[in-house]
């Protein structure tokens, strides 16, 4: 499989080459690409040297399969051209994410909804991974109503300027600065930038983005993100409103038995997920699972995940593992 990954330079590019090595990702070649000002700079993958590549020379090697993390602008320009060429492209970015003709894509949820006609596949935003893995199965047979999130989420969503402002910052050394305000010992209730209804982007993909992955409009989301300077992963607190009653055992039950998720809950022993434990991680993992009294059918629950893996990387590499698998490409 020759398989180009564009952004190879950036920080979810670094933990794609590591994810694509430990699954053992079937390459015959792979073509590392990156912006022109890093063009001819080596990159290592199974411990051999790779030299970084532009665009247009990746475009025209004709990859099977190219997996972006370049943002929305290089995915807007350049995805289809690849696709075009006959590449399948899986997209990190946000470009393509709502576009009623592109597929929005959680594997475990949905990838069985991809044909060999989808040559644009949007990979959904960490944070929307992340929640609607756990929901997912919960959903299915409880009927979600309404869902209250509020986020907790790692610098390193924002990429290395805002991780070195953190560190910069523990450190006492001035640096450059990624967000307006300091970011050491603060919280900051502002992820991507501000909508006109109050909300920001991050929030608006929160609210939009379950819907597509889930395929049901019946049900709605109100989010609020925040920053804070942990570095291991996104954590969130959910309050989920069912149609239906549900067990709590029922629950755990069900989320214990999907794949991709780790149920980590028990009080007595202080058992809850956390992101300095999620880093580097797969797993999507579930805790403080809990009736919320306030209010009927309604449950309250923790969702930690490394943002960089399953909310980008890895989830990324599943999709193009479930093409090759079920010869898409
Ligand atoms: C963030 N989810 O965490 C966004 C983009 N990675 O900033």
Redo the contacts with the bound molecule.
Sequence with gaps: MKIALIGATGMVGAVMLRVLEERNFPISELLLVASEASVGKQLTFKGKPHTVIGLKTAVEAKPEIAIFSAGGSTSLEWAPKFAEAGTTVIDNSSAWRMDPTKKLVVPEINASSLTAADKIIANP???TIQMVLALFPLHKKYKMKRVVVSTY??V???GVKAVQQMENEMAGVKGEMAYHYPIHRNAIPH??VFEENGYTK?EM?LAREPQKILDDRTFSVSATAV?IPTAGG?SESVNVEFLNDFDLSDVRKLLHDTPGITVQDNPDTNTYPMPLYANDKDEVFVGRLRRDETQPNTLNMWIVSD?LRK??ATNAVQIAEYLVAHKLV
């Design positions: 935003n960490c944070s989420q790692s390193s969503g924002t992820c991507d991050e993909k920053r996104h943002n909310g980008a």
